[in-house]
């Protein structure tokens, strides 16, 4: 996949730890550069999985890409954290609150979209993190999708979604795409990023409550 957001270099769950890691800034703000980073990761480590995923990561990636393009623009300050970002597009008439219109591409609707996708993917990491080595990955992947994502997709996608799960290899072929060592060191990382993770989500979440953005059409 072209562009920075794609899928160049070999994944490693260490990156996405340490992307996390300097999310959240002193002051509690979620910061746009780490967690691009994060997902830049996210996004190589479906990619390691094959065409599995490719139903979110196309999506993630486009995202990852109009949200870099925030990033580096002329209001770049105004992005440099999720907050920022709330309050300058909020003030200025950026967001389309009620339905589709002139902003269909608002950093609070890309970033959204992602923060959906973010709730799958913690869920399906803690499942496999806290699985025994013989549990059914597709299972564990189908019950996170089906308490996240699965109510933002028509039925087709949920179909087909759970149908591609049915494919996905052992938990153990997971832990090693982590490139971080045994099954063991891969858990116990694991178990370090989840809660980085976790705290990310949940401020956005809390952050998207407040001001009435998490059902943005």
Known sequence: MAGAAGAAGAFSLREVLAAFQTCVSERREVLLGPYLSGWRGLIRFLHSLGTIFSFITKDAVAKVQ???GYSGGEQRERYA?????VEYELA???VDVQKRGGHPESGCRTVLRLHRA????QLFLEGLRTAGEDARTSTICTD???ASLAAYHPWVIRKAATVAFCTL???NAFLEVMNVGTA???VAMLGEALPHISDVYDITQELFAQHDLLNLP
Not at 81 to 85: D, E, I
Not at 118 to 121: F, K, P, T
């Open 184 to 186: 063991e060191e891969a």
């Open 92 to 94: 200025n008439g950026l």
């Open 144 to 146: 996170s999708y089906n």
């Open 66 to 68: 109009i949200m870099e």
């Open 81 to 85: 954290s999720l907050q920022s970002m």
């Open 118 to 121: 973010l709730r799958w993917l």
């Open 169 to 171: 290899p052992s938990r």
